[in-house]
């Protein structure tokens, strides 16, 4: 039999044996795209710092900004210091720590559909790692306008330097940042461009939301305890509220703001993410497609909604002037670059069903708006009354029903609410609350979401990713709301009512559910 | 006030000055279920929520008062990281009465965003030699119920009986320490302990010291080097401070395990070092070296791990308490920051995942091997 000579570059490292708690990917270069902008100064460069600092990157790890900001080097991990100085979670930035890891920060200008920029990127990106010894690991980072995604994507093809996958070759990864398209046509269209270019499995549709700890902790909490699962079906469970709620207003993005509305800026992505984890089957095993493929199967079941019953199902809104933490803010249609006639809807609330064997006759109500009053992210399981009431049937004293509720912002942490008795000689019943909270019980805040994203894919772990079809699957339910509400546009029909800042969204909400007996919680 | 609350109160403060009492499981979960109650009332009435957490029962055993005063330190460093029900075992021959006497105490830790709190407690049972026999049983008592027990061991010149006796039934962690071993030879005791442990897991404080530097050693042969000139390695030289011999026979057993290496024989230096030959699988042979030297250092006593494969050279050297230097052949050195745990730190990894590290039994039974070589004539101690 001939013998195939393995250059020892091919052997694997024997030494990682025993180190995969640690998770430490290999070396790697990753280029940020928008480099200059303010998600890399703000988020990736602060999460990059605090992942070296944490000892979770490689000792050769290389950063290379491409912008179409003119600035060398030097300027560049200038400006990064500044946001790592302000952002990063573990500060003070520690000098000497930084300085080791500065020296590996690089920058490059350049725009995102010229094949000669990209040939030059090319170029440098091979001398940084002949000078630093890296083996030619790259990820690439978009963190552009969404208009840019698909010529970076189609320059990376023509420079060659993303190719396929291949065993024992250099991976080369590919970090989308939302939004991926704005209705299904676009996202079939641009996941079409990209896999002219790109594997699946090259490719990372970000959503800071799955970083979070907590909706991570969702999966373990139900598929690694014996005595929620169970629970977790029509049989108890009422009703579901999932809300995301902002207190900001539209800050500076007024433009984009009014394209995107909060369907597209929060339900469409972040909100059915966090929906389809808390409503999927237990899957085969905690594995990237295993976990997307269950969560597919729930956006695909997503009743879309019919035309009659629009009213009692979907609510969407526009702040108006009004009041947050004691500071006066304008309505939405004063805010810098909005339209002042905007029909742009800052919240929405909607109520939604899954059509399968465990979620049948289950509303699940969603809500997310800007200018509310506190900034929180839950999932609140309501569960229905116990079947007799053998208590609290005295006037006035009502017992009210479980309710498990999921932080994800701030806080992260659970909690469950029940009645106990109170003491005294008196049957008084009182809602007391069991509580979980991540920094009080492991001493310790959880790693910001980016920090663990962009770990995950520089170790190829796509389970907190969104797949392609998991894109297209919620567009397609999202879309159709858009569509509605483009005919009610086209017809002069459009119901917008006003909320004022700083309250919980219109009237119109309260009353959605008030219709079904039931009322938003005050998370 | 009636005459019971009177006497809880009275209670209640002498607890809380640390006062000696003697001997009751249930008042002491009375008491401290008070103090847990005076936390959440604390703020001139204002009921604030206060989580009683605790993830681990941490059995401690010291010998003396000033043992005990450094392991109180390091509960107290340890709780706001971990929540523990710790559980110190002080053996005092000068504690006085001759009884055994208990006392508790505990951390309340503000969380940063404010009115968050961790509660951790602590229940010190101090008696005269001879009390290590009712030790097991109190602790079986003051276990917080579905909570995992650890016992942190530090001490190696306590009476053995009290671990295998009484505290290894009821330990679901052992937590050793072997930087504080007083030689190589308490490596082949800790391998049967650990043996006896088996499937529970030990973890050893010097072991994870070692993290960073193994960390550092390893990313030197990830792509493009690879693990090529691992297999061909022929030469290995770990250095160490005076007393970090064990720390420096776990790093050549960390890579004599995993790279497959046999070991023929062991030979003492003139240095007061070691020179240990080995069979690689390839049928090639190697040299390690185990070589005592000066330098600034912390805990871990790890000055260096150098490995020559052919003409090139795969180093980590410390350069300072707080920085490494990285050399291979392919790319300019370089220094990159090295942590200092501080031994609250190290004690908290080892109740975490790192603390059940499967192969640090592996290369604890592979050190106790390699000492087995060590001819007689050479007292490490």
Redesign the interface.
């Known amino acids: 039999m001939e013998k195939i000579s393995v250059p020892s570059s091919a052997l694997p490292n024997p030494l990682r044996e025993g180190l995969v708690e640690e998770r430490i990917p290999e070396p790697a270069t990753m280029v940020i795209f928008g480099a200059s902008g303010d998600l890399a100064r703000r988020k990736l460069l602060p999460a990059l710092y605090s992942l070296t600092r944490d000892r979770l990157l490689p000792a050769r790890f290389a950063v290379l900004g491409f912008g179409r900001h003119a600035q060398d080097d030097d300027a560049f991990r200038e400006e990064m210091r500044r946001g790592c100085d302000e952002f990063a979670r573990r500060r003070p930035v520690d000098a000497p720590l930084w300085a080791a890891f500065a020296r590996n920060l690089f920058y490059q200008q350049g725009a995102y559909d010229d094949p000669a920029a990209f040939q030059r990127l090319k170029v440098r990106l091979e001398e940084i790692e002949r000078t630093l010894g890296l083996p030619g690991n790259r990820v690439f980072y978009l963190s552009t306008p969404p208009s840019a995604f698909a010529p970076v994507i189609r320059s990376l093809g023509q420079a060659d330097l993303a190719p396929k996958p291949a065993p024992g070759k250099p991976f080369a990864r590919v970090i989308i940042e939302k939004p991926f398209g704005v209705d299904l046509e676009t996202a079939r269209a641009l996941n079409r461009q990209v896999h002219e270019i790109l594997d699946e499995r090259q490719i990372y549709r970000i959503d800071h939301y799955l970083g979070k700890e907590t909706v991570q902790n969702l999966l373990v909490f139900r598929f690694a305890n014996g005595i929620f699962e169970p629970l977790w079906n029509n049989h108890f469970v009422d009703h579901v509220q999932i809300t995301g709620s902002e207190t900001v207003g539209v800050e500076g993005r007024g433009g984009y703001f009014e394209q995107a509305g909060s369907m597209r800026d929060m339900v469409q992505n972040h909100l059915l993410q966090v929906l389809s984890l808390a409503a999927m089957e237990p899957p085969v095993a905690f594995e990237a497609d295993e976990v997307r493929d269950e969560k597919l199967k729930v956006l695909k079941a997503l009743r879309h909604i019919p035309e009659s019953e629009f009213e009692h199902q979907v609510v969407r809104a526009q702040y108006a002037a009004g009041s947050i933490a004691g500071r006066a803010v304008p309505g939405y249609r004063a805010e810098p670059a909005v339209n002042p006639q905007s029909t742009t809807e800052t919240y929405v609330a909607l109520k939604l069903f899954i059509d399968s064997w465990r979620w049948a006759g289950v509303p699940f109500y969603l809500r997310s708006g800007k200018r509310l009053p506190k900034r929180v992210t839950e999932i609140a399981i309501h569960f229905k009354e116990a079947p007799h009431l053998l208590f609290g049937q005295k006037k006035g004293q009502a017992i009210r029903p479980n309710v498990l509720s999921i932080r994800i912002q701030p806080d992260e942490g659970i909690a469950l609410n029940f009645g106990s008795k109170m003491p005294g000689p008196a049957m008084e019943i009182a809602p007391v609350s069991m509580e979980f909270r991540y920094g009080s019980s492991f001493g310790f805040e959880p790693p910001e979401a980016y920090e663990r994203l962009l770990l995950d894919c520089l170790l190829g772990d796509g389970t907190l990713f969104t797949r392609g079809d998991e894109v297209e699957a919620s567009w397609s339910w999202v879309s159709r709301i858009h569509q509605h509400w483009a005919a009610e546009t086209a017809a002069g029909k459009t119901t917008l009512p006003a909320y004022a800042a700083g309250s919980w969204g219109p009237e119109e909400a309260d009353r959605m559910l008030a219709a079904d007996g039931r009322a938003w919680r005050l998370p | 006030m009636t005459g019971d609350a009177d006497s809880a109160r009275a209670n209640f403060e002498r607890f809380a000055r640390g006062e000696p009492i003697a001997v009751d499981v249930g008042e002491i979960e009375r008491e401290l279920g008070a103090l847990w109650q005076a936390a959440s009332h604390a703020g001139g009435g204002q009921t604030g929520?206060v989580?009683r957490?605790a993830?681990w029962n941490l059995v401690i055993p010291a010998r003396g008062r000033e043992e005990l005063a450094t392991t109180k330190a390091l509960v107290d460093a340890i709780?706001?990281?971990?929540?523990v029900r710790a559980i110190m075992l002080c053996l005092d021959d000068a504690a006085g009465s001759g009884e055994l006497a208990a006392t508790i105490e505990s951390n309340v830790?503000s969380?940063?965003?404010g009115g968050?709190?961790?509660y951790s407690e602590e229940i010190t049972l101090v008696g005269p030699t001879g009390a290590e026999a009712h030790f097991g049983a109190m602790v079986r008592a003051l276990q917080v119920p579905g909570v995992r027990t650890a016992t942190l061991w530090m001490d190696a010149a306590m009476p053995s009986t009290l671990l295998t006796r009484e505290l290894l039934p009821v330990t679901r962690r052992l937590i050793v320490d072997t930087g504080t071993c007083a030689g190589p030879l308490h490596l082949q005791d800790l391998e049967r302990l650990a043996a006896r442990m088996r499937p529970r897991p030990v973890a050893d404080l010097a072991w994870l010291r070692l993290?960073?530097f193994?960390?550092?050693?390893?990313?030197l042969?990830?792509?493009?080097?690879?693990?090529?000139?691992?297999?061909s390695a022929t030469r290995l030289a770990v250095r160490h401070r005076g007393g970090g011999e064990v720390s420096a026979l776990l790093i050549v057993a960390?890579?004599g395990e995993?790279?497959g290496w046999r070991p023929l024989r062991s030979v003492g230096t003139s240095d007061g070092g070691l020179r240990l030959d080995f069979d690689r699988p390839d049928g090639g042979s190697l040299e390690a070296f185990v070589i005592p030297s000066a330098g600034a250092c912390d805990q871990s006593a790890l000055l260096s791990i150098e490995l020559a494969s052919g003409s090139d050279e795969y180093v980590v050297s410390r350069e300072a308490i707080?920085?490494a230097r990285?050399q291979?052949p392919?790319?300019?050195a370089?220094?990159?920051?090295l942590?200092a745990y501080s031994d609250a730190d190290i004690c908290v990894a080892a109740l975490g995942?790192?603390g059940r590290?499967?192969?640090f039994a592996r290369c604890l039974e592979y050190a106790g091997r390699l000492w087995a070589l060590q001819p007689a004539s050479i007292d490490p101690r």
């Open positions: 929520a989580s957490a993830l709780a706001p990281a971990v929540p830790v969380q940063p965003g968050r709190v961790v993290a960073s193994r960390l550092l050693f390893a990313g042969f990830d792509p493009p080097v690879g693990g090529g000139p691992l297999r960390w890579l995993l790279l707080d920085r990285l291979l392919i790319a300019p370089r220094v990159v920051k942590d995942p790192r590290d499967p192969l």
